[in-house]
């Protein structure tokens, strides 16, 4: 089963989950939810890899390589550590 963790605390999830629900359970702050404003960008610092591939919002947001919406993102397979 695949892990989140954000700043030192996890929950587990789902193969294919967004990780939206676990992430606000773990403090990240959410502003719209749509992907459009960006109060959820989370910094993965290993794992990238286990989730899936960034969406058109995401993409569009602009991004660091290292970064995240944790309102769009899902995992895939595998544990991330990320913090916000």
């Known amino acids: 089963m695949p892990t989140i963790t954000i700043d030192g605390q996890s929950r587990d999830l789902d193969a294919g989950a967004p990780i939206q629900a676990a992430c606000d359970e773990l403090g990240v702050p959410f502003g719209c939810q749509a992907g459009s404003c960006g109060t959820c960008v989370i910094s993965v610092e290993s794992g990238m890899e286990n989730l899936m591939p960034r ?29 916000w």
Do not use: H, P, S, Y
């Open 55 to 83: 969406n058109e919002l995401e993409e569009d947001m602009g991004l660091k390589d290292n970064e995240r919406l944790a309102c769009q993102a899902r995992i895939d397979k595998g544990d991330v550590v990320a913090t």
